[in-house]
Each structure stands twice: as structure tokens, then as C-alpha cells.
């Protein structure tokens, strides 16, 4: 049983101190924002807008938040900002040819493996939170920073 005489107690034993607080896992925090609306947390499905905070949403979910006048609305902290449709961009958004979808076997924690479901249209990169992406405000054409650096004007290629 201990403390019977036989053992003697240190004082790491005796008295606990405060929890560690949880880390946040970097690659789960990453599939959240590139793969899922931010409003009505579903998988992000065309059309695809974004705010100027970089933040992603379905469109209709994004209509649906400004029809509602109820004062409690789900996830209002997550788009307070938008207080009309003309607040957010309609992204124009590249396929990726590699992108398997749902199709793949997904039990267990899948998320590693996913490919993302766009790309740069220049580069090539995926656009799953690793790199940096800009969207062009006047087409709605997104691209990676790296390819907008060596192109190195406003203009959409397309």
C-alpha cells in the first residue's frame, strides 16, 4: 500500500501541481481552416468565398449567417466581421488533378495523407496551409505568395 514504513514519500508524489494545458495538434488545426467552412463547419464546397481576414466559407453558409437575425447565432464570434456579402471575395479557385476527394478509405485519423482540392495554377503548390496564398481582389484568382513574387505584378495571367 506505501507509507507503510518501508518506503518513504518525495514530495512530487505527495503534492500535485498545476496540468500542462493541451497542445494543439498543428496539422489538425491546419485541416480545419483549409478544409472546412469556418462558419458552419462543414467541408468547404463551391462557392467558396474568403474574408480579409483569410478565413474561408461556403458561400451559402455565409448568406444563411446574414438572412438570420436570431441573437443567437452559431459560431457569430467567427464572422461578426461581415455585415454584407459585399465583405467577402468569391474565390476562383484551381483543381488539383491528384485530389482523390472521399473516395479513399478514411477510418482513423486520415488527415496526413490527404491531398489538398486546389492548387497554385503557376506553381503548382497545394493549397493545404503549408504555404502562403493570395487571392486578387478584382477576379478572385488565388495564388500561392511565392508564384505572385516571381510574376511580380497585380494582374491575373488568366
Not at 518501508?6 to 503534492?15: A, D, M, S, Y
Not at 449567417?65 to 471575395?89: E, Q, R
Not at 479513399?104 to 503549408?130: H, S, W
Request: hydrophobic fraction near 35%; include cysteine.
Amino acid at each position: 500500500m506505501g507509507c507503510d514504513g518501508g518506503t518513504i514519500p518525495k514530495r512530487h508524489e505527495l503534492v500535485k501541481g498545476p496540468k500542462k494545458a493541451e497542445k494543439v495538434d498543428k496539422s489538425a488545426e491546419l485541416v480545419a481552416r483549409w478544409y472546412y467552412c469556418t462558419l458552419s463547419q462543414e467541408k468547404l464546397k463551391r462557392p467558396i468565398v474568403t474574408c480579409e481576414l483569410g478565413r474561408l466559407y461556403n458561400k451559402d453558409a455565409v448568406i444563411e449567417f446574414l438572412l438570420d437575425k436570431s441573437t443567437d447565432k452559431p459560431h457569430a464570434n467567427a464572422a461578426g466581421h461581415i455585415k454584407s456579402i459585399k465583405n467577402v471575395i468569391l474565390l476562383n479557385l484551381t483543381d488539383n488533378p491528384a485530389w482523390t476527394g472521399d473516395k479513399g478509405n478514411t477510418k482513423g485519423d486520415m488527415y496526413d495523407e490527404q491531398r489538398a482540392q486546389f492548387i497554385c495554377p503557376v506553381v503548382g503548390l497545394e493549397m493545404n496551409g503549408k504555404h502562403r496564398f493570395c487571392v486578387l481582389r478584382q477576379c478572385g484568382c488565388v495564388f500561392s505568395e511565392r508564384a505572385l513574387k516571381e510574376i511580380k505584378t497585380d494582374i491575373c495571367h488568366k
